[in-house]
């Protein structure tokens, strides 16, 4: 697969959150980058502000075919951690204080 130089702005709707996604696969030589912004800044499993900034080889991000599939990938991954469970079961519970 040959990977674009170019800055790609991308859309990935996850559980319901809209996140925007910028990929910039020659940040420096092979390295890609990843700026992942939710909507709101609302929490994921791999950021509790919304953002991330996240380098990686290009190579990483072109095994699973595109910079969406490899967040969603990093996102389900995420979510099935214990905090990442927890975290959602404490948003759905009914807070009395």
Do not use: C
């Amino acid at each position: 697969m040959t990977t674009p130089r170019e800055k790609q702005e991308l859309i990935l709707i996850w559980r319901g959150i809209n996140i925007q996604i910028t990929y910039t696969p020659q940040y420096f030589e092979n390295i890609a980058h990843l700026e992942i912004q939710s909507e709101k800044n609302k929490r994921l499993p791999m950021t509790e502000t919304g953002y991330r900034s996240h380098f990686t080889q290009a190579a990483d991000i072109e095994v699973y075919g595109s910079p969406i599939e490899f967040v969603q990938a990093w996102l389900e991954d995420r979510a099935n951690t214990k905090e990442w469970k927890k975290y959602e079961a404490d948003r759905k519970q009914l807070k009395l204080f």
